[in-house]
């Protein structure tokens, strides 16, 4: 990305002092960070439950980068030069973005490769993380210049924060669901009857619901075999699980569980879609807020600032690597492909020498 290239004070080659990556890349500084639209970091869905419970940990399951990479283009976007063209996991269906304001990383020993990655040696805590999105990963498709890249498309948010206010009533299993994980008519009686057992008094209790959900069991019990997702029975019942529903236990981030209405477990209420079974959440609206501490928190930044910074950074991108020939764009991968070389050569050389 040709703002962070410039930004770059580059000479990584000449400076020989291994796995101390804030003395081989040039630090990313406030200033440049402000500029920066945005820290995108490409990874496996299967991490996404460790990634809210860890954070994003350098290598990662992958274990063969010793940094977090992060593209500062989402990579659904022609201009990420990077995450996109190495895209790590060929055969996945689905790939993870995971979204940190460029401000947060340098907090955490970001700098800068000569590519225009944002590379970051430390450990990036869940609190950190704004957004997360899912996308369906594709094959490498030639850009406007005839180079390969890999493209990212039907990217969608799967992760915020206003997202634990959502009511969750219905799911969608086609797109990415794991099969086999739909809960069977015999585990939503079940839980039906759990609710019928315990249910709340008025007026946090509504009587009619409880009319209507021993009414539907019977019915559920009376017949057998398969319960598709889109029966109409189900469906009342499982949006009465869903909405008096009590976690058992705290949820991601110390918000709380959602039930998953497709395999009626329990869910992270901050994703827009289900940990255990994959199928995307669909809300029926909002819970009223009737508590003032529930109020967002306070920014530390400046969000006006920072969106017209990202702004301006953005158009001036665009110049960029609009007037960029292609030899150049070239030469970039290539001193990216060395420098991820080197800083193997170092790692092993260092093990060596740990080893004599
Ligand atoms: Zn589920």
Request: a neutral charge.
């Given at each position: 990305?040709?703002?962070?290239?410039?930004?770059?004070?580059?000479?990584?080659?000449?400076?020989?002092?291994?796995?101390?990556?804030?003395?081989?890349?040039?630090?990313?500084?406030?200033?440049?960070?402000?500029?920066l639209?945005?820290?995108?970091?490409?990874?496996?869905p299967?991490?996404?439950?460790?990634?809210?419970?860890?954070?994003?940990?350098?290598?990662?399951?992958?274990?063969?980068?010793?940094?977090?990479?992060?593209?500062?283009?989402?990579?659904?976007?022609?201009?990420?030069?990077?995450?996109r063209?190495?895209?790590?996991?060929?055969?996945?269906?689905?790939?993870?973005?995971?979204y940190?304001?460029?401000?947060?990383?340098?907090r955490?020993?970001?700098?800068?490769?000569?590519?225009?990655?944002?590379?970051?040696?430390?450990?990036?805590?869940?609190?950190?993380?704004r957004?997360?999105?899912?996308?369906?990963?594709?094959?490498?498709?030639?850009?406007?210049?005839?180079?390969?890249?890999?493209v990212?498309?039907?990217?969608?948010?799967?992760?915020?924060?206003?997202?634990?206010?959502?009511?969750?009533?219905s799911?969608?299993?086609?797109?990415?669901?794991?099969?086999g994980?739909i809960?069977?008519?015999?585990?939503?009686?079940?839980?039906?009857?759990?609710?019928?057992?315990?249910?709340?008094?008025?007026?946090?209790?509504?009587?009619?619901?409880?009319?209507?959900?021993?009414?539907?069991?019977e019915?559920?019990?009376?017949?057998?075999?398969?319960?598709?997702?889109?029966?109409?029975?189900?469906?009342?019942?499982?949006m009465?699980?869903?909405?008096y529903?009590?976690?058992?236990?705290?949820?991601?981030?110390?918000?709380?569980?959602?039930?998953?209405?497709?395999?009626?477990?329990?869910?992270?209420?901050?994703?827009?879609l289900?940990?255990?079974?994959?199928?995307e959440?669909?809300?029926?609206?909002?819970?009223?807020?009737?508590?003032?501490?529930?109020?967002?928190?306070k920014?530390?930044?400046?969000?006006?600032?920072i969106?017209?910074?990202a702004?301006?950074?953005?158009?001036?991108?665009q110049?960029?690597?609009?007037?960029?020939?292609?030899?150049?764009?070239?030469?970039?991968?290539?001193?990216?492909?060395?420098?991820?070389?080197?800083?193997k050569?170092?790692?092993?050389?260092?093990?060596?020498?740990?080893?004599?």
């Amino acid at each position: 990305m040709p703002i962070a290239v410039r930004a770059s004070s580059g000479h990584t080659k000449e400076i020989q002092i291994p796995l101390e990556p804030t003395k081989i890349f040039p630090g990313l500084d406030l200033r440049t960070a402000v500029e920066l639209q945005g820290a995108y970091h490409v990874t496996s869905p299967t991490r996404l439950g460790s990634i809210l419970r860890d954070g994003l940990v350098p290598g990662g399951m992958e274990g063969k980068r010793m940094m977090n990479y992060f593209g500062v283009f989402p990579p659904w976007d022609m201009r990420n030069r990077s995450t996109r063209t190495r895209s790590p996991l060929i055969g996945e269906p689905f790939m993870l973005i995971v979204y940190v304001p460029p401000v947060e990383l340098t907090r955490f020993g970001a700098g800068l490769s000569r590519g225009g990655d944002i590379l970051v040696p430390l450990t990036i805590p869940p609190e950190e993380i704004r957004e997360i999105w899912i996308a369906r990963n594709c094959r490498s498709q030639p850009d406007e210049r005839g180079i390969g890249r890999w493209v990212l498309t039907r990217p969608y948010k799967i992760f915020s924060k206003q997202l634990s206010n959502e009511i969750v009533t219905s799911s969608d299993f086609k797109v990415l669901a794991i099969p086999g994980k739909i809960a069977t008519r015999d585990q939503v009686i079940d839980d039906a009857v759990q609710l019928i057992n315990r249910f709340p008094a008025p007026p946090i209790g509504d009587l009619n619901d409880l009319k209507s959900l021993k009414e539907d069991v019977e019915v559920l019990k009376s017949k057998g075999g398969s319960l598709p997702l889109e029966d109409e029975i189900r469906s009342r019942v499982v949006m009465k699980l869903a909405i008096y529903h009590n976690p058992t236990k705290s949820g991601v981030l110390g918000y709380p569980n959602r039930k998953c209405p497709c395999c009626l477990s329990e869910s992270a209420s901050i994703l827009a879609l289900c940990l255990e079974c994959h199928s995307e959440f669909w809300s029926a609206g909002r819970y009223e807020k009737t508590n003032p501490e529930n109020a967002a928190p306070k920014s530390r930044w400046n969000r006006d600032k920072i969106r017209s910074c990202a702004r301006e950074a953005r158009r001036r991108a665009q110049e960029a690597f609009d007037n960029m020939p292609k030899e150049e764009e070239i030469l970039i991968e290539e001193e990216d492909r060395n420098f991820e070389e080197q800083m193997k050569e170092d790692e092993e050389r260092q093990k060596r020498q740990e080893r004599e």
